[in-house]
Structure formats: structure tokens, C-alpha cells
């Protein structure tokens, strides 16, 4: 991917950041779940304790998926992945 959308550490983290434009979040590994990704890997998407997260990108966001199978990453940077957030509550 030509700029960055997210970052990997070099283990296992307890929990990762998501970057919007007017928020921050931490989330936890344990609450992520139900990971889904389009066959083309264009669109990705999990549940988590803030609700439902969406990602969409013109590139595939498969290294991303395989980075969430790891649980490898230390922060996503959902500006440029048109990240939104359907909040469960």
C-alpha cells in the first residue's frame, strides 16, 4: 500500500489503536471478533466492544486481514481506510 494505513508490532499486543478523524480508540484483542473481509479484500469489517467497525480501500486490505489473524497490529489508521463505526448501543 502506498501510505500507510496501519502498523504491526513485533509481537503480540493486549490491545491496539484505531485513529479516526475526531476520536482515538483503544481496543482490546479479547472483544474483537466476527472478522470478515470481501473476496476481493477491499472491504473488511469486525465487531468489537465499540460497535461494528467497516473498512473500505480502493487496495487490497489483505495484509491488513492476515494482521488481524496475528494480532499483530499496534494501530490502524482509519482515516485512510474510511473507517466508520455503527455503534451498538
Excluded at 500500500?1 to 489503536?17: I, R
Excluded at 476520536?23 to 484483542?29: I, V
Excluded at 472491504?43 to 460497535?51: K, N, P, T, V, Y
Excluded at 473500505?56 to 486490505?61: F, G, I, P, V
Aim: some cysteine.
Amino acid at each position: 500500500m502506498g501510505n500507510k494505513t496501519f502498523y504491526c508490532a513485533e509481537g503480540h499486543l493486549p490491545k491496539f489503536e484505531l485513529k479516526l478523524e475526531q476520536e482515538n480508540f483503544l481496543l482490546s484483542w479479547e472483544n474483537v471478533n466476527g472478522i470478515r473481509a470481501a473476496d476481493d479484500y477491499l472491504a473488511l469489517s469486525f465487531d468489537c466492544e465499540f460497535g461494528h467497525v467497516q473498512f473500505a480501500s480502493s487496495e487490497s486490505l489483505a495484509e491488513f486481514f492476515e494482521s488481524l489473524q496475528t494480532e499483530n497490529l499496534r494501530m490502524i489508521d482509519g482515516r485512510k481506510l474510511n473507517c466508520k463505526i455503527i455503534s451498538s448501543k
